[in-house]
């Protein structure tokens, strides 16, 4: 993307209420040849997170420009150097990279600084040497979820007694303030449970893909059909074509439970809707 385009769409955002952005990936952000100056504009004028693989972390400046984030959670998915190492291949020290956290923890204590760790087949079995780690390391949080296969059926199913005994051991390390965060309820909710009928969550949130295109939601994201507007257009031209979207033909999806919370708010006379 081009960077004045950027600037120009989220001038326009902030005028009509934008307060918050992620940034994230489906490739490495830290890797944008402008991304420096395009974090500068974003962390002078909203709150922000980021979601990276920490494999520029050890440059001053990335450090530098992403110091003040709400927060930042980094792609691991290992607890250990050999799985990290054949899991992203290779292409940085498992060491190298946690030192580097702790030092962004260590410059940024009001920061949360979560480890990802995307379950699959190659890794559940560290499921608690990933709970060691990021305590070991400053990180607040380890938040663990499926690996994802898109329209398809969990690629977990026949691992799954076997993650959900190791969650319960996980959760005795729990020390302090720490958090662990796990996908127990989402097996079912995403690859088993029908939709709701209408998606008023992607009313709140746009995502902007590297192209410059603008989706609704992330697992929309890059479908030729989803596409609701790009950065070239006006902030208020994208919003004005904005509806709520129908789930039908809609991936697996983890906003159920807030669809079906909305749907019952707008019954026309839902009870005890202002004990919600």
């Given at each position: 993307m081009d960077k004045k385009a950027i600037f120009k769409f989220l001038l326009q955002a902030k005028e009509r209420g934008l307060k918050a952005i992620e940034v994230t990936g489906g490739g490495e952000p830290t890797l944008h040849p402008d991304f420096v100056e395009i974090m500068a504009f974003i962390k002078e004028r909203f709150e922000f997170s980021l979601v990276t693989n920490g494999s520029l972390l050890h440059r001053d400046d990335i450090q530098n420009i992403v110091s003040g984030a709400k927060w930042i959670r980094i792609s691991i998915?290992?607890?250990?150097?050999?799985?990290?190492?054949?899991?992203?291949?290779?292409?940085?020290?498992?060491?190298?990279?946690?030192?580097?956290?702790?030092?962004?923890?260590?410059?940024?204590?009001?920061?949360?600084?979560?480890?990802?760790?995307?379950?699959?087949?190659?890794?559940?079995h560290e499921i608690l040497d990933g709970v060691r780690r990021a305590q070991e390391y400053g990180f607040d949080n380890i938040r663990f979820s499926s690996i994802y296969t898109y329209r398809n059926k969990s690629a977990l199913g026949e691992y799954e007694d076997e993650i959900q005994t190791r969650f319960d051991l996980a959760l005795k390390e729990i020390k302090d303030s720490f958090d662990v965060f796990v996908f127990r309820d989402r097996i079912s909710e995403i690859y088993h449970q029908a939709h709701s009928p209408r998606c008023w969550y992607s009313l709140l949130v746009m995502v902007i893909a590297a192209s410059g295109k603008i989706f609704p939601?992330?697992?929309?994201?890059?479908?030729?059909?989803?596409?609701?507007?790009?950065?070239?257009?006006?902030?208020?031209?994208?919003?004005?074509?904005?509806?709520?979207?129908?789930?039908?033909?809609?991936?697996?999806?983890?906003m159920k439970t807030k669809n079906d919370a909305a749907d019952y708010m707008l019954l026309k006379n839902p009870m005890h809707v202002n004990f919600i």
């Open positions: 998915d290992a607890g250990s150097a050999a799985t990290y190492e054949k899991i992203h291949r290779g292409y940085l020290n498992f060491s190298e990279l946690l030192n580097n956290l702790k030092r962004l923890k260590k410059n940024n204590p009001e920061t949360i600084l979560g480890y990802s760790f995307v379950v699959c087949k190659n890794n559940y939601c992330c697992t929309r994201k890059n479908e030729p059909n989803s596409e609701i507007g790009n950065i070239s257009m006006s902030y208020d031209d994208v919003y004005a074509h904005r509806k709520v979207v129908s789930t039908k033909g809609c991936p697996p999806c983890w």
